[in-house]
């Protein structure tokens, strides 16, 4: 039934984009090349580029056109009236009757094929330069939903061609250099999925905000996806690991942020509204959007539709509440970090602290500063001023003219996938997305900073706050004899450093997980009972959704573990068992009635004492569970286990049987389990904890803390805290030797080869098998790693 105005998807390929545009030439190919992966694209057909140009011609537009755009070009006419003036011309035309007809057909076809008389449609524009690998055209043309019945499908098609000249269409092809001329139109008519009823979003196969290329990004709201994409509403985030999907079993989900999800668009009944907003209930925003089962399905066809195009991709989905069926409804080229380089990067680091006002979601790793320009409407665009931070509710294409002058952008609403990220990203601006109210929080004119450079949380400080910006170029380091590591303490930041050629992580702190995503102390959860009814409160505000607290605590550990232990997949992941000292547990919620007091924290109830204690047994038991899921659950076989603090041979022994207990046996399903070399008693005992262990790890700051007598955390004795103290050297010296002599690898996570390069001189020279670094300080170190061996041999 194709012709030259109308083609079916399943007749079109990805080189029909001169005739469909890269929208449709993406979902017939699509419907055609992936349906043996599974992916399931709505029924449609596109109108064709040569119909565009059929109906310019027969309303005699293109010398009406190329005038207001000359007047526009000669000063004579503004952007806003030049595009309303050429909107109008196309939405006073009318079809060609042969046109018209073919489309009309085509639509009672796709009636039939569907089951239907008269099928509720999505009319989506699809440019002819549009979807291409160096430009997106996010948002520049409109998208109508819900459309039902011949003449409303004409009337939306004719306003689809319409919308190739809104203001913000103009003025992007303009600024990527595209002749107005050279691009036509072509239309996607595609059965509606009751996604309404159901929920709907975006998915990105690569990290949209560092390019870690292992991950699949999604975003989930209720009802129409329209909300998602204009970042009108804070959706669920999801993060899958790519490289463990083909792993028979895994489930390697390892991001579930829960978003507001304040309101859903659905189908409008009656009249001529096509779509209305309504807001969720409690229950919907306290749920996810997605379980699972839906989340692993969507990052499977997501990396499958990446594997076939090449590169990584931008996607739109959506799941039909009458059937449970999942969607593919889009699919174009991601743009934005798929052209950066894989071996350099910029880093930013704010070099003085703030007043924090405000945080969100982070798009991109930049920091900027300068006056806060609020704006809260469309219609006030006018007046920005050059150079500020833009602060807004939210965004749609019609700010894109003000988005490209602003030093920052900061809104109340949207996720990673919205409008306002998206274009950001592309324009290379950082922005802060999300925050809930900062528009109300911050005055116009107030000088602020914002902050993306810490992961995935953005944040918004007073004032103008100095910060460092440098460029790190990891394509030319040196290779090295010995495994140069590095120490991640934050989920949220684990992908800034992808690109570094670590042969894994030295350390990945667990307490850090535990302070900053779960905030509430593992034996509160166990026996809420226990604590203040403010903290009860708290916890279950924190856990509402789980049927048990502590599995709040095991599934938030274990993802931010799995996080952790995913940007240098397969190498190992070295986790070290939570290390909070009493008062820093005191902290935590609900923390005071089960910490004591102790005169000296840091030589009390700490590390490997606290694991077989009755007093935190239990919560141990917990941290164990989190592990064993992030290994055979989310599939991070690569984690290994180290014990910190572990006094005695004894003690060690007592710490192992716990931990087989709980399902964690040194030697089953390849787990091996470390200690940290960081007390005297572990160098001088060497030989009998090497016969308990399969590797040490030298925590250079507690062992020069003991051995010195010198507490790390006084400023009074700071002159006298130093790792290269011969003292200190010799006791690491020999426990490199004895851990050699007894087979087993040993390696060093502490503070001191970051900050001394003389010190990883020292650690080549004695034959250490890896140094793990903080990731700042690892280009630099590489270096001087390298000429050490190059001394050495």
Not at 151 to 171: H, K
Request: hydrophobic letters at 40%; one cysteine or more.
């Amino acid at each position: 039934m194709s012709s030259p105005s109308i083609i079916w998807f399943e007749d079109i390929g990805i080189g029909d984009v001169p005739a469909v545009g890269g929208k449709n030439a993406s979902l017939g190919e699509m419907t055609v090349a992936l349906s043996g992966e599974g992916i399931a694209v709505p029924a449609g057909f596109a109108t064709t580029a040569d119909a565009y140009r059929a109906y310019v011609a027969e309303n005699r537009l293109e010398p009406k056109v190329a005038a207001l755009l000359a007047a526009y070009h000669d000063g004579k006419a503004t952007l806003q009236e030049t595009g309303q003036a050429i909107r109008a011309l196309f939405l006073e035309g009318e079809f060609p009757a042969a046109i018209a007809d073919e489309i009309r057909d085509a639509y009672g076809e796709l009636g039939r094929r569907s089951g239907g008389d008269a099928p509720a449609v999505a009319v989506r524009s699809s440019a002819t330069a549009e979807d291409l690998p160096d430009a997106s055209f996010a948002g520049q043309q409109e998208t109508f939903l819900n459309v039902r019945g011949p003449r409303a499908l004409l009337d939306a098609c004719r306003r689809c061609y319409a919308s190739l000249f809104t203001d913000r269409a103009i003025s992007y092809r303009e600024a990527k250099g595209f002749d107005h001329r050279e691009v036509a139109l072509s239309i996607g008519v595609q059965r509606m999925v009751r996604s309404d009823l159901s929920g709907s979003g975006v998915m990105f196969s690569i990290d949209t905000e560092t390019g870690f290329p292992g991950a699949v990004v999604i975003s989930a709201a209720w009802g129409l996806g329209e909300t998602v994409v204009q970042g009108s509403v804070d959706p669920d985030k999801y993060v899958v690991f790519k490289p463990l999907l083909s792993v028979p079993g895994a489930e390697p989900v390892i991001g579930k942020d829960k978003g507001g999800k304040a309101f859903r668009m659905v189908y409008a009944e009656g009249g001529s509204r096509r779509t209305r907003i309504v807001e969720t209930t409690a229950a919907e925003r306290d749920a996810f959007v997605l379980d699972d089962v839906d989340i692993l399905q969507l990052a499977r066809w997501a990396a499958a539709i990446e594997a076939h195009y090449a590169r990584p991709m931008d996607m739109e989905w959506a799941k039909d509440g009458e059937t449970g069926e999942l969607f593919i409804v889009q699919a174009r080229p991601e743009t934005v970090q798929a052209g950066t380089s894989a071996t350099s990067f910029r880093h930013y680091c704010l070099k003085e602290k703030g007043k924090p006002i405000a945080t969100g979601a982070a798009i991109g790793s930049a920091i900027a500063s300068g006056k806060a320009c609020v704006i809260r409407s469309a219609a006030d665009i006018a007046q920005f001023r050059d150079g500020a931070v833009l602060v807004t509710e939210t965004t749609d294409p019609d700010w894109v003219p003000v988005m490209k002058r602003a030093a920052g952008i900061v809104t109340d609403h949207g996720g990673t996938t919205s409008h306002a990220a998206i274009v950001s990203r592309e324009l290379g601006v950082p922005a802060i997305v999300g925050t809930g109210g900062a528009s109300r929080l911050l005055a116009d004119g107030q000088e602020i900073t914002l902050s993306c450079a810490a992961g995935e949380i953005g944040t918004v400080y007073e004032g103008m706050l100095a910060f460092e910006e440098s460029e790190i170029d990891v394509g030319a380091l040196p290779e090295t004899c010995t495994d140069v590591m590095v120490n991640i303490a934050n989920p949220a930041a684990a992908f800034q450093w992808w690109r570094l050629p670590a042969r894994g992580v030295g350390l990945a702190r667990m307490e850090f997980i535990v302070n900053s995503l779960i905030k509430v102390h593992p034996m509160a959860l166990i026996h809420p009972e226990r604590t203040s009814p403010d903290a009860r409160r708290q916890i279950e505000a924190l856990t509402r959704g789980y049927a048990d607290p502590s599995d709040y605590f095991v599934e938030v550990l274990a993802r931010g573990i799995a996080r952790l232990a995913s940007p240098y997949h397969p190498h190992p992941a070295i986790v070290r068992l939570s290390d909070f000292k009493t008062n820093e547990y005191a902290h935590l919620i609900g923390g005071e009635a089960f910490e004591p007091e102790e005169e000296n924290p840091m030589l009390g109830f700490r590390g490997a004492s606290r694991y077989y204690d009755e007093r935190y047994r239990e919560g141990f038991a917990l941290e164990c569970r989190a592990l064993r899921r992030a290994r055979e659950t989310l599939g991070f076989a690569n984690i290994i286990v180290m014990v910190p603090f572990c006094r005695t041979p004894a003690e060690a022994d007592r710490v192992l049987e716990v931990m087989a207990e709980n399902g964690l046996r040194r030697g089953e399903n390849g787990l091996q389990v470390y200690m940290m070399c960081e007390i005297p008693s572990n160098v001088i005992l060497a030989e009998q904890f090497a016969t308990r262990f399969d590797g040490f790890s030298i925590g250079s700051n507690d062992l020069t803390q003991l051995v010195l007598g010198v507490d790390r955390d006084s400023g009074l004795l700071a002159a006298l805290f130093d790792e290269r103290d011969e003292a200190v050297t010799r006791m690491i010296a020999e426990a490199i030797r004895k851990a050699h002599a007894a087979g087993i690898k040993i390696g060093i996570c502490g503070q001191a080869p970051s900050n001394h390069p003389d010190f990883a001189r020292f650690l080549v020279r004695e034959g250490i098998d890896s140094i793990s670094l903080n990731p700042d300080s690892f280009v630099r170190t590489v270096g001087e790693i390298a000429k050490a061996e190059a001394e050495t041999r």
